[in-house]
């Protein structure tokens, strides 16, 4: 197993730590980016229409989050899995995570070849808030959202100097350094955050079982059937990552203009599957990877022309590269290949928001955006299978409207969509004239405040989601896949009541159904015997989420959330009914203890879920699907604030009872592990 050399890196996050410790200091509130919403009216009925859940930057930091994907978990209807390489992706609803508009401040947070990066790449010290949407969110958002809209907000200076500093250490090398700066006076602000996370392994549980894994070796000495994971330290799972965060801006009563440049960097190993690998000349699923980078720079004005009419722009150039070194074995001996991609994207959006009338107010959009995903591969082993970068290009525009009518107690929305997308060149290859597509999306919702305090809503919205370009062009053919948009129907309604009992003072319940057509699959097609990507599939899924919150007593608070999802396979010529990585039932809880004599804040946080499918049929080697009964973990926190809280000391233990299971296919979950740090404000 590769030894991460952490001191260097590591000493320069310490002495930033060191430096600002100096200062003398007072509380930061986490202040959230307002222009990364693209829902910014507070008044907007477009949130109360769907099922929305809002994850505050105190909950991130309650149950001790260190990127997006741990707190991602904790929503309700979100289920976080572990892919083959290693990356944790998403699901919501039954949708997996590039059938998801996932938003950093409002820009679309995605790999141009394949749509999903590794959530585990953004990390939770610069997020304010997240806000999801299920369903019918807005039409001013684009296209791609079919189950809905992560929108993931950062933070943004505030008035006044003010910092924070934390540091974290835990077994296995693992370490955590961050440090923020936010500087504000006379409308200007400068928001600047620095992280740095390391760890040489993570360890697995100690109910974990050595398994054999099952080899397809085209490719060196390693046997067809081998132990490939002992248990312990989880093999190749060492983890360098440094994240850089800027924001500067100005902000008065009628003008906002703001520019953001991050850096978010990553150096990982990819656990070994230990149920089945494969080794060719030229791959391996036995790999690291070297580098994991997404940078950008990020343009927001808003401008309120008069009082009733104000002006938006948002432009953005974000870039993603990644590099796939593989090897013949478990052991890294020898270097096969190294594949690497690099992708850029370039947009703008432009909105406008007109008040009507008191009542009455209208939205438009329109969004460009150019994406360029370029790659190349160098094979050392088979030098034949070399080839230099290769580069394919698409365009994606959309406009849209939408108006909100406030009637009373009761609020209407209508929103209208146009989508195009142009294929411009694919693996070098220039585009057909036909290889656009265009849609039509429409939605309609309600929401009614009943006299009681409750809230009921509905809503329906047709959703779209295009090709990918790794969906479009098969290499070892060589040609252009003409493929229809994927088009879902989404019906939502839920009721909502704040409550005045001691034991319980909010619920929130919905239910979801959503019917997918033209799902993109990969099927055999006779006429080149092989494998290729169609408009073959369908599904549907349906369920309900119900949301619970009880103040129990002054120092005790309890929140409850429980979703359970049908989905299903409904293709003519599935080879399974069901869907991957989608609970049946999910629940968590977190429920929130103070001590009022020491003032010690503990919390014990619990997630639990079932009927998983990890692995669906494969008709090549008709392995049969494969399941995770229960995924069940507990995990507790206890944290002190001192010298006003402007220092706060704390300790988490994460799967408390060391419990095990599988979170995608040959990657099991982390054992029992633990942090212990501190934050100190100024």
Do not use: C
């Not at 979100?78 to 997996?96: C, D, I, K, N, Y």
């Not at 370039?346 to 909105?351: C, D, K, N, Q, R």
């Not at 926190?637 to 419990?659: I, S």
């Amino acid at each position: 197993m590769k030894s991460v050399n952490l001191p260097t890196r590591s000493s320069i996050a310490l002495a930033v730590v060191a430096g600002l410790l100096a200062s003398h200091a007072s509380a930061d509130d986490k202040v959230a980016f307002s222009l990364g919403e693209i829902i910014v009216s507070e008044d907007s009925g477009v949130r109360d229409i769907a099922i929305n859940n809002v994850m505050t930057a105190e909950t991130i930091s309650l149950i001790g989050a260190k990127t997006a994907a741990d707190a991602l978990d904790y929503i309700p209807g979100l289920h976080v899995a572990q892919s083959s390489r290693g990356e944790r992706f998403v699901t919501m609803q039954g949708f997996e995570q590039d059938r998801l508009l996932v938003l950093l401040d409002g820009v679309p947070y995605y790999q141009t070849n394949s749509g999903a990066l590794d959530l585990n790449q953004l990390p939770a010290s610069i997020i304010a808030k997240i806000e999801v949407t299920k369903g019918a969110s807005s039409v001013l958002y684009g296209p791609n959202g079919m189950g809905g809209v992560i929108n993931i907000i950062t933070r943004t200076g505030q008035e006044g100097f003010s910092g924070e500093v934390s540091a974290s250490a835990g077994q296995y090398g693992q370490n955590f350094e961050s440090a923020s700066l936010s500087w504000g006076q006379n409308g200007f602000s400068v928001f600047a955050s620095f992280e740095h996370q390391g760890r040489d392994a993570y360890r697995l549980s100690s109910d974990y079982v050595p398994e054999t894994s099952i080899n397809r070796v085209f490719y060196g000495d390693l046997a067809n059937e081998v132990i490939i994971e002992e248990g312990g330290k989880r093999d190749n799972s060492h983890l360098e990552s440094i994240n850089a965060w800027i924001r500067a801006g100005y902000s008065d009563d009628r003008t906002d203009a703001y520019i953001s440049v991050f850096s978010l960097d990553t150096e990982r190993g990819r656990p070994h599957n230990t149920r089945s690998n494969r080794v060719f000349e030229d791959f391996s699923s036995f790999a690291e990877v070297p580098e994991y980078k997404d940078q950008g720079v990020d343009i927001n004005l808003s401008h309120r022309v008069t009082d009733a009419l104000t002006l938006r722009a948002l432009t953005y150039y974000h870039m993603h590269r990644d590099t796939y070194r593989s090897f013949s074995g478990p052991d890294h001996a020898e270097v096969l290949a190294e594949s690497s991609f690099h992708d850029y994207t370039i947009g703008t959006a432009l909105f406008a928001d007109l008040a009507l009338a008191d009542w009455n107010t209208l939205s438009t959009s329109f969004n460009y955006k150019n994406d360029v995903h370029k790659k190349n591969n160098n094979a050392f082993v088979a030098p034949d299978e070399s080839y230099d970068w290769v580069y394919s290009e698409l365009e994606t525009f959309s406009v849209a409207t939408e108006n909100t009518s406030q009637l009373g107690n009761l609020t209407l929305v209508a929103g209208l969509a146009w989508h195009h997308q142009r294929v411009v060149k694919d693996q070098d290859e220039a585009a057909n004239d036909d290889d656009s597509s265009n849609t039509l999306d429409p939605m309609i919702g309600a929401s009614y405040a009943l006299f009681d305090g409750s809230r009921m809503y509905g809503s329906i919205a047709q959703k779209t989601r295009f090709a990918t370009l790794d969906e479009m062009y098969d290499r070892a053919i060589g040609k252009v896949h003409d493929l229809d948009p994927e088009r879902s129907l989404s019906y939502t309604m839920g009721w909502q009541k704040d409550l005045n009992s001691n034991w319980l003072n909010h619920v929130d319940m919905g239910l979801f159904y959503h019917d997918v057509k033209d799902k993109i699959a990969s099927g055999y097609d006779a006429t080149v015997d092989d494998e290729i990507y169609g408009n073959i599939g369908s599904a549907e899924y349906y369920g309900v989420e119900l949301a619970l919150h009880s103040q129990l007593t002054d120092t005790l608070d309890l929140s409850v959330d429980y979703a359970y999802t049908h989905a299903r396979n409904t293709s003519e010529d599935r080879e399974s009914d069901f869907l991957r990585d989608v609970p049946q039932n999910s629940v968590s809880a977190i429920l929130q203890w103070t001590d009022p004599y020491f003032n010690i804040q503990s919390n014990v946080r619990m997630r639990y879920k079932n009927n998983v499918l990890i692995k669906d049929y494969d008709s090549t080697t008709k392995d049969s699907n494969v399941w995770e009964d229960r995924m069940l973990t507990f995990d507790m926190g206890v944290r002190k604030d001192f010298l006003h809280q402007q220092l706060t000391v704390y300790a988490n233990v994460y799967n408390l009872m060391d419990e095990f299971f599988y979170e995608g296919y040959g990657q099991p979950n982390w054992g029992r592990y633990f942090d212990i740090g501190f934050t100190y404000r100024f």
